[in-house]
């Protein structure tokens, strides 16, 4: 049983790892402003962030619960 989960917790690390890394990236800064603004104007790829967003978003959270389970059964 713990073998699984420690399984399942390792493979939600590596897909996380991989959805925070196909995000895009913020630009910060004054620049970042007037860039972002072009880019909500002329379109950008909306749809591919959003999701990614959720999925990280999921991973997330099954990352967090697993922890607290694996703890919880190395007492």
């Known amino acids: ?3 699984a989960i420690i399984i399942i ?3 939600v690390c590596i ?5 925070v890394l196909l995000q895009s ?4 800064g004054l620049s970042g ?3 972002g603004g072009a880019q909500t104007l002329f ?3 909306k749809g591919l962030d959003d999701l990614l967003s959720r999925v990280t978003t999921g991973l997330a959270i099954g ?3 697993l922890a607290i389970i ?3 059964l190395a007492n």
């Open 63 to 65: 990352f967090m619960i």
């Open 43 to 45: 379109g950008k790829k």
């Open 33 to 35: 402003s007037i860039a």
């Open 15 to 19: 897909s996380l790892i991989a959805s």
């Open 9 to 11: 917790y390792v493979t």
């Open 25 to 28: 990236g913020r630009s910060a």
């Open 70 to 72: 694996l703890t919880i």
């Open 1 to 3: 049983m713990r073998l």
